[in-house]
């Protein structure tokens, strides 16, 4: 695994940061790419060959693209949360056990 990949040899600011960037990119990504992918969609097909000659296609590729990052940084958030929550619990313990560095 590369080292920047690896979560827990981060700060837990670091990490805290990552999601709050994270979940600030996913919601500017995917605000209304449902309804726009879908305009596209049906921009296609009903237009056809004229439709990709007037870049519905490429515009269909950066939907994609969008998607495709809404989703790194979904799972970048999801990881931060587990990671987070991992030290978490690992600093909390049942009654007279000491503390699991």
């Given at each position: 695994m590369m080292r920047?990949?690896?979560l827990g040899r981060c700060h837990w600011t670091v990490l805290i940061l990552c999601m709050c960037t994270a979940s600030v990119v996913f919601a500017w990504n995917t605000y209304g790419l449902v309804s726009l992918s879908m305009a596209n969609i049906r921009f296609l097909e009903s237009?056809?060959?004229v439709a990709?000659?007037?870049g519905g296609l490429l515009q269909f590729l950066l939907i994609g693209a969008k998607g495709l990052i809404a989703l790194f940084s979904y799972l970048?958030?999801?990881g931060s949360e587990i990671e987070l929550m991992q030290r978490w619990r690992s600093r909390i313990s049942p009654r007279g056990q000491p503390p699991r560095d």
């Open positions: 920047w990949l690896d237009h056809g060959i990709v000659m007037e970048l958030f999801k």
